[in-house]
T-cell receptor
Framework: DQQVKQNSPSLSVQEGRISILNCDYT??????FLWYKKYPAEGPTFLIS?????DKNEDGRFTVFLNKSAKHLSLHIVPSQPGDSAVYFC??????????FGTGTRLTVIP | DTEVTQTPKHLVMGMTNKKSLKCEQH?????MYWYKQKAKKPPELMFV???????INESVPSRFSPECPNSSLLNLHLHALQPEDSALYLC???????????????FGPGTRLTVT
């Protein structure tokens, strides 16, 4: 049973525009959410996280939004750059428990 | 230094072989993890070590045997694997919380394992 879902397997965006990656979850006990970026043949790289007590966290070009009532989070990248092309995983955890990963969204930024 | 290193990068082994995967971090993290990732799938947790003690084993077959010799090192010993065990094996580390896994996990580049 997939507790964290990324329903868009791929997304293409023009360079300079905004990329919006979405993630939905089912477990209301999740209290911490993370986004990871993965290039081929490399391990996932931590990007940004958000605690369930917040609804927004920003770090440079990356902003994560959390809507607890909808059990939905999103990652905004603006402006998008060709180097952002990668697979993006969202992940969630409840307290000291394991990370649950989504299935990933492949982002392609077109120059 | 936010680096987690893994060796080897690639490994091909027969079903009767014994091999080991190695992972190292020098971030002072006290939680370390092994994940398995198949193509086009998310990483799946296998084991968690917290303060060098095994705290989570996600019902992994005994042909996979983890070991945490010290706070910087994590090994995964492999014996009598099956072709379906071919995957990318990822190691990660994080600050440890009491009782289990920490928050941001930092991943190594993985070992691409092929079982023939």
């Amino acid at each position: 049973d997939q507790q964290v879902k990324q329903n868009s397997p791929s997304l293409s965006v023009q360079e300079g525009r905004i990329s919006i990656l979405n993630c939905d979850y089912t477990n209301s006990m999740f209290d911490y959410f993370l986004w990871y970026k993965k290039y081929p043949a490399e391990g996932p790289t931590f990007l940004i996280s958000i605690s369930s007590i917040k609804d927004k966290n920003e770090d440079g070009r990356f902003t994560v939004f959390l809507n607890k009532s909808a059990k939905h989070l999103s990652l905004h990248i603006v402006p998008s750059q060709p180097g952002d092309s990668a697979v993006y995983f969202c992940a969630a955890k409840a307290g000291a428990n394991n990370l649950f990963f989504g299935t990933g969204t492949r982002l392609t930024v077109i120059p | 230094d936010t680096e987690v290193t893994q060796t080897p990068k690639h490994l091909v082994m027969g079903m009767t072989n014994k091999k080991s995967l190695k992972c190292e971090q020098h971030m002072g993290h006290r939680a370390m993890y092994w994940y398995k990732q198949k193509a086009k799938k998310p990483p799946e947790l296998m084991f968690v070590y917290s303060y060098e003690k095994l705290s989570i084993n996600e019902s992994v077959p005994s042909r996979f045997s983890p070991e945490c010799p010290n706070s910087s090192l994590l090994n995964l010993h492999l014996h009598a694997l099956q072709p379906e065990d071919s995957a990318l094996y990822l190691c990660a580390s994080s600050q440890a919380l009491l009782g289990g896994a920490g928050y941001e996990q930092y991943f190594g580049p993985g070992t691409r394992l092929t079982v023939t």
